[in-house]
């Protein structure tokens, strides 16, 4: 949303009012000495008509000017509604500029730390749960080897025939030639080919073999996908790459800054550039609550020790995200913003971030295997 063209036109609407109210109080205060020295309030209306406006009928909202009284009163009465009118204006001004800035939000930092809370108890136990499932499967294959050891499986009605069987002489093997053997099972595995793809059982075979191995796949696609949303380390680098990749946006804003110093660009192009800077800015304090959410959450996971540190750096993150959205927003409304300046705030902000997120790690005790886990992904 263009906040700028938001909220120009009513701020607009009341300075011109403010001034128009200004205007009339001068201008009461001019006619209303002029007039006590002339004829009164006659020349009240005659040169209110002449020196302000001829259709202007109204020197105070709502008050007409055959209504007012002439004399200082009117004056200073005039004066002070008029100021306290353009207090008001200022007042509304002020407040509609500070809208027009995305700031953090402790409200929803607190939102999102809940739900940060939720999300991480929902993993561990997912992950749990296949962890066990994964232990019951090795169990399984494990005593299906070794059972056979401790069991007969030999059932006693099967025993007779064979002591039968060994009784039996062994009837001689005829040797078969190689050529012979090898022709006969080209000729099988021929015949069988062509009945599979020439008749009407043979295409339910391959059918039925098609639909359980895909199956199969798409079974073993799932649950190798399965572990990369549920199996993940509990740091802040983990949920600053899959959540908040603020480094994305910051990309997006340099590329935005560089067409906009493009002088050949129409007002199309630089309505969508400015357009899309403050989306990003906007974005940028989305995850800037995001990020300090999971600090807030990480903050109870920690020791007494470091409990200080991590509430003092997500304060310092806090703080200087939204000194520093204030600081670029402002630049971005100005009628010509210094788009060089702008794009040293963004490089500075990028490594402001790095270090704080660096700093951040070392209180929470990131291992080297979470974070080269977390680097594999990327």
């Not at 020295?37 to 406006?53: V, Y």
């Not at 306290?84 to 007042?91: E, I, M, W």
């Not at 002489?169 to 000729?187: H, N, Q, R, Y």
Request: glycine share 4%.
């Amino acid at each position: 949303m263009n906040y700028r063209n938001h909220y120009s036109y009513p701020m607009s609407f009341l300075f011109a009012l403010a001034l128009m109210l200004r205007r009339c109080s001068a201008v009461n205060t001019r006619l209303a000495s002029e007039a006590s020295a002339k004829d009164g309030l006659k020349g009240i209306l005659e040169r209110s008509r002449t020196s302000f406006c001829p259709n202007f009928h109204f020197i105070s909202i709502g008050v007409p000017i055959e209504r007012m009284k002439m004399g200082n009163k009117l004056t200073s009465a005039g004066n002070v509604y008029a100021g306290k009118v353009c207090l008001l204006v200022l007042c509304v001004s002020l407040s509609l500029s500070a809208e027009s800035v995305r700031l953090l939000n402790r409200a929803e930092i607190n939102k999102k730390m809940v739900s940060i809370e939720k999300k991480i108890v929902r993993d561990t136990r997912i992950m749990f749960g296949l962890k066990a499932l994964a232990h019951a499967q090795e169990i399984y294959i494990f005593w299906s080897l070794v059972a056979p050891l401790f069991t007969d499986n030999t059932s006693a009605q099967f025993l007779p025939l064979c002591i039968e069987c060994k009784a039996r002489p062994k009837a001689p093997i005829e040797e078969i030639p190689f050529v012979k053997a090898l022709w006969s099972g080209l000729t099988t595995f021929g015949n069988n080919t062509k009945n599979l793809f020439t008749t009407r059982q043979g295409w339910w075979t391959i059918g039925g073999w098609g639909a359980y191995y895909g199956t199969c796949l798409a079974a073993l696609y799932v649950t190798l996908r399965m572990p990369d949303s549920f199996i993940h380390p509990d740091t802040l680098r983990w949920y600053v790459q899959t959540y908040a990749p603020y480094e994305a946006t910051m990309h997006v804003m340099k590329d935005a800054i560089i067409n906009l110093q493009d002088q050949s660009l129409d007002a199309i192009q630089i309505s969508y550039n400015k357009q899309l800077l403050h989306d990003s800015l906007d974005r940028l304090a989305r995850y800037g609550e995001s990020i300090c959410a999971y600090m807030a959450y990480k903050f109870k996971q920690l020791d007494e020790y470091e409990q200080p540190i991590a509430q003092r750096a997500a304060r310092n993150l806090f703080t200087y995200n939204n000194a520093w959205l204030k600081t670029v927003s402002a630049q971005c409304e100005l009628d010509n913003p210094d788009y060089d300046a702008m794009n040293k705030l963004i490089v500075g902000y990028e490594l402001a971030m790095a270090a704080q997120l660096k700093h951040f790690y070392a209180i929470e005790g990131e291992t080297k295997a979470e974070r080269r886990v977390v680097m594999q992904k990327e």
